[in-house]
């Protein structure tokens, strides 16, 4: 009997077959804080209380405690290339002193059909305006618009570290640090590779690159407790990752994946090889992870410490248990949705803020009955 590459596949795929524990519903729930989103991307916490949202064609709200949602007056941002929920206005990210500064950072795709990338901006905050815009950063330009990685993190020593995807029909480059693509990049506040990146003194490299051999990295959060530096990114069809990123290492793509190509070829015959970091879990079939969250609240004390990864084809919320920051297990939740989750966060309040995906979507907060 011969078997077609797919079949193969779902046979010989570690994960294929296991089915994950659900929370119990009951033991959490929802309140829709605000529908009608259209292709929301990203959330972050403001001082007051209130929240920030993108939207993928290029508006940034501000919405309320009461759920009420207001356009930030963006006038001065750059043009922003998007596509449908690929490529667009994407993340949002809070300046460690914005109480002092009211800085904001902001990715977003740049350039055209042909040449795009991922761009950085920073500007200040001031009566819900948007004031001072700088681009601080353009990734390596690619052919296409997808696999654009595009999420920020702030590490312990408030430097900036932000995912640049591989743009798919050029993932080779993953592996050439002369180039930004599939990369996590590190940065300061203006923008600069900080003296003490990892291949700031190789020549011909890009200063910026910090680890390479990442395809679509989705998910980027620092752990306020460890200090460790967490990522998830999108495989091909299976190999969907979390790893804990170290400066200058390589993290394999496309010579080692667990994962096989779209038309179900092989993109490598290596799941693990020496010289290369192995991820701390994989998923396949793939889930789509699409961003990263390490939960330190108190509104549900037993979660502390793990992770929680949306997942846009899983149609779920992962949380990810650790302990001692080894992953011990996996549960779902709000699966009784059947909604592409985009984004979540740990609120300030204990809450769990998610934001569902596409053009009707919500945002969520999850707390305990």
């Keep these: 009997m011969v078997l077609a590459p797919a079949a193969l596949f779902l046979i010989t795929s570690p994960g294929a077959a296991d089915k994950l524990d659900a929370v119990d519903p009951a033991t959490y729930r929802i309140e829709t804080v605000a529908k009608g989103l259209d292709r ?15 939207e993928m064609a290029g508006r940034l709200l501000v919405i309320g405690t009461d759920g009420a949602k207001t356009p930030i007056a963006s006038g001065g941002l750059p043009p922003v290339f998007q596509r449908g929920g690929t490529i667009g206005l994407m993340d949002v990210a809070i300046d460690p002193a914005f109480a002092r500064n009211g800085l904001l950072y ?4 740049h350039g055209e059909e042909g040449a795009n990338g991922t761009r950085l901006v920073r500007a200040r905050l001031e009566n819900d305006r948007l004031e001072d815009v700088r681009v601080l950063f353009s990734s390596t330009p690619k052919p296409r618009a997808g696999n654009n990685g595009g999420r920020i993190a702030f590490l312990l020593d408030e430097t900036l570290v932000l995912t640049v995807g591989d743009g798919n029909w050029r993932r080779e480059e993953a592996q050439n640090v002369a180039n930004h693509l599939g990369t996590v990049v590190r940065l300061d506040r203006d923008g600069k590779a900080p003296p003490d990146n990892p291949f700031v003194k190789r020549p011909g490299a890009a200063p910026e690159v910090y680890s390479l051999g990442h395809r679509n ?3 980027i959060a620092v752990d306020p407790v460890t200090g460790e530096l967490l990522l998830t990114e999108h495989g091909a069809r299976g190999g969907d990752e979390i790893n804990r990123i ?14 096989i190509d779209y038309p179900f070829g092989r993109v490598t015959p290596f799941s693990r090889l020496a010289g290369f970091e192995a ?12 961003g990263l969250a390490v ?4 509104g549900f004390p037993d979660w502390r410490g793990d992770l929680l990864v949306p997942a846009l084809r899983g149609r779920a919320l992962h949380r990810v248990v650790r302990d001692g920051g080894r992953i011990v297990g996996q549960q779902t939740l709000l699966a009784e949705l059947n909604q592409r989750m985009r984004d979540v966060k740990s609120g300030p309040d204990g809450a769990i803020y998610v934001l569902t995906d596409g053009v009707d979507a919500s945002l969520l907060r999850l707390t305990r009955p």
């Design 246 to 259: 170290v400066a200058g290492k390589n993290f394999g793509w496309p010579l080692v994946t667990a994962g």
């Design 217 to 219: 990295p989705q998910g």
């Design 279 to 290: 991820p701390l879990l994989e998923w396949t079939p793939s889930i789509a992870p699409a």
């Design 40 to 54: 929301p991307w990203a959330l972050a916490f403001l001082p007051d209380g209130r929240l920030l949202v993108t």
């Design 106 to 109: 902001l990715t977003m795709g």
């Design 295 to 298: 939960y330190r609240g108190d």
